[in-house]
């Protein structure tokens, strides 16, 4: 029996007693809702990871693009679902942590009505600016020499990009304006244009544009500079000290998921952030596996909850 053939027979036999070892999980297909329109960095690692899980756990599972309400109507269905592994959720911290903390009574509760699964990603802010500014300083500088008179731009009203530019407004003591667009590229043209003066986004999305020379990359939240961008100094070196923030993606389910379907997502995660080719992916899109058990994703969503918090209610940004 040649090589590829035992592979494929060992891993057909293994199945059984994996959905034994699961209750049967899963006996038909799995969704998994992603709650933003397709062709955006969630669902494209949603996609690779959906079709890691189908390799692995025998079943389909299918990805549903579920966008409106900055997440909260992909949340929302993934809540109100039972809890026997068939719908999950794969999202950011843009359409999950921070949406909730916008409202007085938010429609769920970020850490009580879900359950973690994977902290799958992270990736740091990069601070962008119309060509006119070449560093950090200079954009402060002229932002406190006219108060108010600076905008940026941010892809929607609680995305990080939003609430990232806030935070370094209250740590800058400046004012600036807050215009909000229907998306990411729409944001960057409007920079590049000069419509906008500064914007939060990830290297990934905005470095093309710097190395075409239409917009500047001033700094990078992250506690150390990025190889794909080295010259980039960090936000703490460019004179904010603790101003450390990221982005993450992640995989969560709703309340009461059982522990063992939780164990086995969670070590497929893991594993699919191991593979050679998402490493490279990652690496090319500046962006980090993170992994590790449930209890790290639970540890981070309070902290973002209690951090972002904070800049909401300084910034008095807390709606009805």
Known sequence: MNTRRTILLGALLARPALAQDLGGWPNRPVRLIVPFPPGGPTDIYGRMLAEHFARVF?????VENRPGGTGTIGNLAVMRSAPDGQTLLFNSISGFTLPALLRKQPEYDPRADFTPISLTIRYPFYLTS?????????????AKAAPGTLNFGSPGVGSGGHLCAERFCLAADIKAVHIPYAGAPLAMTALAAGQIDFYFDSVGNSQPMVLEGKINGLA?????????VPTVPTMMESGFPGFDADLWLGLL????????????LNRECDRFLALPAV???LHDAAYEAAGGPPDVFARRLTEDLQEW???VRRAGLQQG
């Open 309 to 311: 918090g904070e800049v």
């Open 58 to 62: 025998g079943q389909p599972f299918v």
């Open 253 to 264: 389910g709703p309340k009461g998921l059982p522990p063992a379907i939780v164990t086995a």
């Open 279 to 281: 490493q490279k992916r």
């Open 220 to 228: 990078i939240t992250g506690a150390r500079r990025m190889p794909v």
């Open 130 to 142: 119309a060509p006119r500014f070449s560093s950090v300083a200079a954009l402060v500088a002229t």
